[in-house]
Every structure is written in C-alpha cells, then in structure tokens.
C-alpha cells in the first residue's frame, strides 16, 4: 500500500501544509517540526509524487492578489486592472480577501506561499507587521504593495497623490467660498488617511484658516463610523458649512445621516468625497469627488510584478498615480456661479 502525505502528516503530528512546506524548503518552518516531519517520512518510506512536485514549482502562471475589503467597490475596478494585463500574459489570479483582518492577512499570505505563487499583489491592511513581509521575501516570494504602503518594508509600490488629491478637494470648497470645511478622515495610522489629512490641512493653511480640531472626525472607512461622525459635526452649536470625506464607504454613511437630517446638500453643507464611484452622478445631490484612476493602479501593480520576477535584484520602484477632481453639484459650485 501507498504511503500518502496524509499518512506522514498523521504520524508526524502536523498538518498536510506543514509537510508540504517541510517538502519545499520553507524557511519558516521550525528545526523541530522539519526533523520531526523528515523522521515520519524515512520511517515511513514516503516518496514524493516528483511529477506532482515539478507541476506545482512550474508555477509561474499564477500569481496571488489579496485585497483588504472586497465590499469596497474601489477594489472592484483595481482587481480588473490586475486581471487584464495578467489574462495578457496568461497568467491566472488567485483572489484572497482579508477584510482589513491583520490575523486573516496572516493566512492568506501563508496559503499563498504554500501554494508557490509566482508572486503576490498586496493591499496591506492597517497595522500590517514587517515581519510577516519579510517572511515572503526570504522566501523568495516577490510582493507589490498596492494603495498602501507598509512604514518600514522595501517593495515596489503603487499609490495615489493621497496629499495633492485631498488638498486639491478642499482647496476647491475654500474657493467656492466655504469657511468651516470638516474632515471625516480614515484611521490616521493607515499612511494613506494620514496622507489625505495632511492635504487637507495644508489647503486651510495656505488660505489662513484655522486648523479646528473640532472639524476633524475620525473613523475606520467605513460607512457605519462616518454616520455618527456626521451627526457629531451637524448636531454641534457651530456646524461646517462643508465637509471633505475621505473614501466612498464613509461619504455613503455621511450622506445617510444628511438626508435624515433634512440638510440640504450643497445650500447648508456642501460635499467632496476622495473616492469617485459609479453611482457618484446618479446621487440625489451628484457627488464631487476626487477620482483615483483605480484600474490603472491594477494594470501598475502587476507591471511591477512582471518586472521583479524578470529582474528580482533591481532596485525598488514607486509609483504614483495623479487623481482628478470630478466637479457636481454636491460641492455648491453651481451655487456660486449664480451668485457670481
């Protein structure tokens, strides 16, 4: 009778990933458990299935892309971006989520490596540990960080102009004449929300507006924390006359709770939203928003993928993508032109 890898995972004590982690030559795995495993397949007399094997390291066709929240439609367009120029080249796209779960991230990065991805595209999720990271370098395993950025780990990298994009939005409600401009921003220790607050405070600097703490709501991107953020803002003795919220999931919520409220979008606070969606125009109050170009990003990530696994020693590279203002009515600009 056949020994399986089932057999040596149940004598060893381990799990059938472990042995074939054991098999591969991962690194991560510890001295014990690698002699352990090792001693269970010589008892045994196990043979590995070599074509089985060979199959399995021939995997340059298929590269891991895990996402920090697929609910998000903004992973919906990069995801198609990843897919385009990877269906180009033939090469399939294992999908993972991690729903902004550091643990789940954990996982998923694990699975990739004990599948032997070619490579991973990684929208890291908020407080994302170098360690783990580095794991997959020393392993070989490429990894394109896209969106965010991890403080502290060297990789190639594709991001928007957060700061340029969110001075830019508010920039705009201060020329539309709006003083009281609030932010409902992000966790502030995800680089990119740190960003976008930066660029809104730059805008009220550069016109001589104070910096009121009171005006700086923050929340955890989604929708749910921005509703009870607005209601903050709205039920205060001096509401904003604008508001600047930084990605699509939290402007839904915003805009919930303004339209429970009965305050009217752009007469009593005008809108700009960092994140341009599909639906943005069809909006009771057509949304400004800042767009990211969301698929190009994709098609970005897996250039630099394609290019590390060609030249895995060249230097690391950074991309940064421009943003656009879309201009609507939720912004109040139809409001002053009429009154200029």
Known sequence: MTTTMKDVAMHAGVSMATVSRVLNHDPTVTEELRKRVLESIEILGYEPNRAARRLRANSSDVIGLVISDIKN?????????????????????????TDENPERQNQVLNLMRAEQVAGIILAPTSFTPT????????????????????????ADTVQVDNFKGAYTAVRHLINLG??????????????????????????LLEAGLPLDPALVKEGNSQQNSAQWLTHDLMESATPPDAMFVANNLMTLGALKVLREM?????????????????????????????????????????????????????????????????????CGAHLHEEQH
């Open 131 to 154: 360690d783990s990271l580095q794991m997959l370098k020393m392993a070989g395993l490429p990894v394109v960080l896209v969106d965010r950025w991890v403080p502290g780990f060297e």
């Open 262 to 330: 009965k305050i009217r979008v752009p007469e009593q606070v005008a809108l700009v939203s960092f994140d341009d969606m599909p639906w943005s125009g069809d909006l009771y109050s057509p949304l400004t928003a800042i767009s990211q170009p969301t698929e190009e990003m994709g098609h970005e990530a897996m250039y630099l993928l394609l290019r590390r696994l060609a030249e895995p020693q060249s230097s690391f590279r950074t991309v940064v993508l421009p943003t656009q203002l879309i201009v609507r009515s939720s």
């Open 178 to 203: 709006r003083q009281r401009i609030a932010m409902i921003t992000g966790d502030l220790a995800i680089p990119t929300s740190l960003e976008r607050h930066r660029g809104y405070q730059s805008a």
């Open 73 to 97: 439609p903004f992973f919906v367009s990069l995801i198609g971006g990843v897919e385009q120029i990877a269906a180009q080249r033939h090469i399939s796209v294992l999908l993972c989520n």
